[in-house]
């Protein structure tokens, strides 16, 4: 029987007790209900008031029985209440222990700061890559979802720089300040500069007159979601069928429409090979779009003439299957 079953029951057999007791007295003394509840509770309590009428000699029996039941009654709720009170706490210091090593084994993370509504969207997006993240909310009514959601998160306010270093900044690849105002987004900013300076930065803006100041603290990118989303609703009617495939390609609508970027490495067998030799077309029925070069120069439709180098982004169209199979290809 679990801690709360165990709770349950004394607290249902307290009742039965109670309510037994009454009803005793009342057929055996023929009290009326106030005082049979009354006398009931001081017996079960053990208070040892005085009788507030006189028992005979039935009452008397009946009350030595209840005083046994009352007595064993409270030992047990009282083992029960602090058990439940106790192992409760040992649950929840354990499960913190398991968390915190869990973080500490992380490396080349991303550490998300806010679990609100972009925070999550941004938390359930990056894990079906899958990156591994941690989220940092002071929210404490947001603990059960993030549970739920088996996510690694420290309960804590980001301006406190230790709860930074407890997500593992030295070790994170980037962090992503997606907090409710823009004054605590800058003061994430110039917080995580100053814990990890080259550390990789992601800050939301309220407003376009933020941008600056969030860049000029240090933020890598500073997106808008508001002006985003504005940006995206026009297009879906400037351009539905651009915006309509790019849903699908990047929303994982459909296997057989997925855009993904592919990093090429030094070991892989495709590098320094030229895309017409390199069977990607015809063994993996992909299309090239894009080729980002290590110095961040963006090819686009690429010639069957051009090189693939180490370094290299590739930026590929076709079935998820099919983009898996030439991630291992150029990521041996």
Request: charged share 25%; with cysteine.
């Amino acid at each position: 029987m679990n801690t709360t079953r165990h709770l349950i029951v004394s607290i249902l057999i307290t009742i039965i007790i109670t309510a037994s007791g009454t009803i005793g007295y009342m057929l055996v003394e023929d009290w009326n209900l106030a005082d049979s509840i009354y006398m009931t509770a001081i017996t079960l309590s053990t208070i040892g008031y005085g009788e507030i009428h006189q028992l005979h000699g039935a009452g008397r029996i009946f009350t030595i029985f209840l005083i046994v039941f009352g007595v064993g009654l409270s030992l047990y709720v009282a083992g029960a209440l602090v058990q439940f009170i106790v192992e409760g706490q040992i649950r929840t210091i354990l499960g913190r222990r398991r968390l915190d090593k869990r973080i500490n084994r992380l490396k080349n993370h991303y550490i998300i700061c806010g679990y609100g509504r972009i925070g999550k969207v941004i938390c359930d997006s990056l894990r079906k890559k899958p990156f591994k993240v941690v989220v940092i909310e002071k929210d404490k009514e947001l603990i059960p979802f993030m549970e739920e959601d088996g996510l690694l998160y420290i309960s804590g306010d980001t301006v406190d720089e230790s709860n930074l270093l407890k997500a593992g900044i030295d070790r994170a690849k980037g962090v992503i300040a997606a907090l409710a105002t823009d004054a605590d987004n800058v003061f994430l900013v110039l917080t995580a500069k100053q814990l990890n300076p080259e550390i990789f930065i992601m800050a939301r803006a309220g407003n376009n007159d933020v941008k600056s100041k969030l860049t000029a603290a240090g933020a890598d990118i500073v997106e808008s979601p508001y002006e985003m989303g504005a940006e995206n609703m026009a297009q879906k009617i400037i351009r539905p069928a651009v915006t309509g495939f790019l849903d699908l390609a990047l929303t994982h609508r459909r296997k057989d429409i997925q855009m993904e970027e592919i990093l090429v490495s030094p070991s892989s067998p495709l590098a320094n090979v030229m895309l017409k030799d390199s069977g990607i077309r015809q063994e993996y029925n992909l299309i090239i779009i894009a080729i980002k070069k290590a110095d961040d120069k963006m090819l686009f439709n690429p010639s069957f003439e051009t090189k693939i180098k180490a370094g290299d982004t590739l930026i590929a169209v076709g079935e998820d299957k099919n983009l898996q199979q030439l991630e291992k290809a150029l990521n041996p």
